[in-house]
């Protein structure tokens, strides 16, 4: 009866891929302020600084994963055999970096409750200076990847990865002044504790989403049941069966449906009604449609998933 595609011959590019420039220069501050935190953690000795070096270097081993990703997904276009290309690389690297996210919380949390029991001496005044700098970088990359994280699951990683840094800033550079002015030596600590409390809900919550997409889960922000309604109500349809929608990546979300038609129904006027309505009322412009006579349609009943 008919079969359509509401696609060319090339998937477009992911929401992911529209901000890879800023990506790409969020990962350039980050790699530079991570040579700085080395270079003056060793010469001054501090502790602190080369701990936060190590997070940061988780920052750009997450913004590098999150590239990559993107990439990867780009130049890899679909083929016979992969014919959605690479775009779960960015799924994946969104789940790659809340595991990385999650560790290093852990960790963070797990040492400042060992140094409440003995706090060492941190040197004030480099930590102080480092932090700030360390805050100048991280709020020019948060304001390069902020608008990519309302449209990307990987740039929200990525996202995620640099504002846990810039909170981080923001509770080292506390910590090093009450040091630098009082002495009291608890404040590294306690700081830590509060950045680990903060990270760790955000990177379980970036993880649901990744593994959402993974599991082909309907998108949260769709009603299946709505589609499913709106696509019966066209003119020639009598039954909608085997819908599914999922996300192949974020910004890119897909769709298959089954369409049983009235026997006087024109197969081509209602693909194009269907497409139509996928793409214009619910932003799905990959829809894989199946008209068929209410004969055919008796054999779908035989499925069992």
Not at 208 to 219: D, E, G, M, S
Request: charged share 15%.
């Amino acid at each position: 009866m008919g079969h359509g595609h509401g696609h060319g011959h090339q998937l477009p590019a992911s929401a992911s891929g529209r901000h890879q420039s800023r990506l790409a220069a969020a990962l350039g501050i980050g790699v530079a302020f991570l040579v700085l935190e080395v270079v003056v953690g060793v010469a001054t000795g501090s502790l602190a600084l080369i701990s936060d070096a190590g997070h940061m270097l988780t920052d750009v081993l997450g913004l590098g994963m999150a590239l990559t990703a993107i990439v990867l997904a780009r130049r890899s276009g679909p083929t016979y055999r992969r014919t959605f290309g690479l775009y779960r690389a960015e799924v994946l690297a969104a789940l790659a970096n809340a595991l990385l996210l999650f560790a290093v919380a852990g960790y963070v949390v797990f040492e400042a409750v060992q140094r409440i029991a003995e706090p060492p001496e941190v040197p004030g005044l480099p930590v102080l200076l480092v932090a700030a700098g360390g805050l100048a970088a991280n709020v020019v990359a948060f304001a390069l990847l902020r608008e990519g994280a309302t449209e990307s699951l990987n740039l929200r990683g990525a996202y995620l990865e640099v504002l846990a840094d810039l909170i981080g800033s923001i509770g080292v550079l506390i910590s090093g002044a009450i040091t630098l002015t009082t002495g009291w030596r608890y404040a590294d600590p306690i700081v830590g504790v509060a950045i680990g409390l903060f990270v760790l809900p955000r990177t379980v919550a970036l993880a649901r989403r990744a593994l959402r997409i993974l599991f082909q889960h309907a998108p949260a922000d769709l009603d299946v049941e709505r589609i499913s309604a709106d696509l019966a109500a066209l003119a020639g349809v009598c039954d909608v069966h085997d819908l599914h929608v999922w996300t192949l990546t974020s910004g890119m979300e897909v769709a298959s449906a089954h369409l049983t038609l009235e026997r006087a129904a024109q197969p081509a006027e209602v693909l194009a009604a269907a497409q139509t309505l996928l793409a214009d009322e619910y932003s799905i412009k990959h829809a894989t449609l199946q008209c068929e006579p209410r004969e055919s349609a008796a054999r779908c009943n035989e499925l069992r998933w």
